[in-house]
């Protein structure tokens, strides 16, 4: 199977994951689970990232519609995980028992 099908069937993930739709859509889940699990409010998440909480609001809720690698790391760094774990495809209670 070539990369590209193995990527559409959720087989290999890659950094471009951070600029598709699924992609922006599995970070904006993670980063709310993750906050929630560290018992973070957005007001807190906003401030560790120097952004605003309306902006940490947008990202989780999907009106703010994209969100760049560079966001994702700071906000990563912030909820204290790795990049790859708001990136990561395995199923959200799986990613969420690896950053416990």
């Not at 495809?89 to 690896?98: F, G, K």
Request: glycine content about 8%; hydrophobic content about 40%.
């Amino acid at each position: 199977m070539s990369r590209k099908n193995a990527h559409h069937h959720g087989e290999a993930a890659s950094e471009s994951d951070a600029d598709s739709a699924a992609g922006v859509q599995r970070v904006r889940e993670r980063l709310r689970a993750i906050r929630q699990l560290r018992g973070l409010t957005q007001q807190q998440v906003a401030d560790r990232c120097g952004l605003t909480r309306t902006a940490v609001t947008d990202l989780e809720s999907g009106r703010r519609r994209d969100i760049s690698l560079g966001q994702a790391l700071i906000i990563a760094s912030a909820l204290d995980v790795d990049l790859g774990r708001l990136l990561d495809p395995e199923p959200l209670d799986i990613v969420l028992a690896r950053v416990q």
